[in-house]
């Protein structure tokens, strides 16, 4: 991890910080934390290419729950207003595929948590603890899951990392205990990949972000079910999708894929491209819009388009080429006919309507957590063509479905 890690930490502030809580976690001998990952794959299908990776989402992977629901809706608007549904449909004989995102993510924590709970021999129910931002706007979605949670049987608990220091403490066998709470049996991180997460002016004593970075590392020391650990969230960077997509179906072989498999996911990994001093050159030689220029960045308002790539390249210095990297554009066939989206409460008409889909699986400690190999329902987000930003809470998306089309 260090060695992939390294080049974008020497000029990355964020990442540098990253990479020392990853070492202090481990070198310390006291990773105690249970790795639960849940994670949202995000590919697109391309005209040509056919499906193609867009990002890991490691950490903070959301509107899963909220991607159900928008699955429910179509499926309560094709029953109660079918004609109107079908005027809008590709097909009249659309057959809706289920998404259970919000049941199966939260059996994927259950099952963790109960794991942890199980072995620290402690009474009383399991407990839960989110760890949000600050301000958090996007509380719909995860209060979805929560609510799933609770009908589980399952205690939840809110707060933000500043609220977290010096509300944690070490109980017997390692256990991470929560003031006012009790022991701790599963910590999900929707907070913590930004580097303003971590910021606290009020109580910082030697610099930036130290202080609640260390409430973190304090975590991943105890018998917790975490995600994501900071492992994870190296591990699913796009500094590290930009090395896997540099690979050959044989040297993926070596993370324990069968020949077989290897050959099936590599042809899915796109096309990555370091930056070096040659991509200048490179890009004035090719066509900018078959590229995406992309920094480390989570969330939107990361990528970089067209013909401001050749421009963003010619300011970059050797010390940042690690940190930014080119993607080969994707390009979706549109959707054959209009399509009605809602944004803002207002109804629009889209003539080119492209989709992006996230696949979200559950993993604890490198095993399936759910049913299916670890799935856990899906998240489609659809916009405009012509639109660069996609997501729903950050972007120019809306939230659809997937449906079988005969």
Known sequence: MRKAIEPVAADDAFFHELLNMHQAIHESGKALRTPLLIMRTDFMDDARLGPQLIEFNGIAAGMGPFGQRAHELHRYLQTQQDQTFAKWSQTSSLELIPNPAIARLAQGIVFAANTIKKHSNEPGPTKFLMVVQENEDNIFDQHLLEKQLHLLGIETYRRTFKQLHRALSTGDNDRLVLEGVGGIDTVYLRAGYQYCDYLAEDIDQQKCCDTLMKTRIFIEQHR????????????????????????????????????????????????????????????????????????????????????????????????????????????????????????????????????????????????????????????????????????VHSGLGVLDSLAYND
């Not at 390249?313 to 990297?325: D, G, I, R």
């Not at 399936?368 to 899906?378: C, E, L, M, Q, S």
């Open 224 to 391: 917790v079910a975490v995600n994501a650990t900071v492992s994870q969230q190296l591990a699913t960077s796009k500094r590290v999708q930009t090395l896997l997509t540099s690979m050959t179906a044989e040297q993926l072989l070596t993370f324990g894929l069968t020949e077989q498999e290897a050959k099936m996911i590599q042809p899915l990994l796109g096309d990555m491209r370091p930056i070096d001093a040659k991509s200048y050159d490179f890009i004035q030689a090719d066509d900018v819009s078959n590229w995406v220029l992309k920094n480390q960045g989570e969330g939107g308002g990361h990528c970089i388009f067209d013909k401001e790539i050749p421009y963003k390249l010619k300011t970059l210095t050797p010390e940042q080429y690690p940190t930014w990297a080119l993607m080969r554009r994707i390009h979706p066939t549109p959707r054959a006919i209009p399509a009605l989206v809602v944004r803002d409460g207002e109804p629009h008409v889209v003539h080119d309507l492209i989709n992006e889909i996230g696949l979200f699986t559950v993993h604890m400690s490198g095993s399936p957590a759910t049913a299916d190999n670890g799935y856990a329902g899906y998240l489609v987000r659809s916009k405009a063509a012509t639109t660069t930003e996609g997501g």
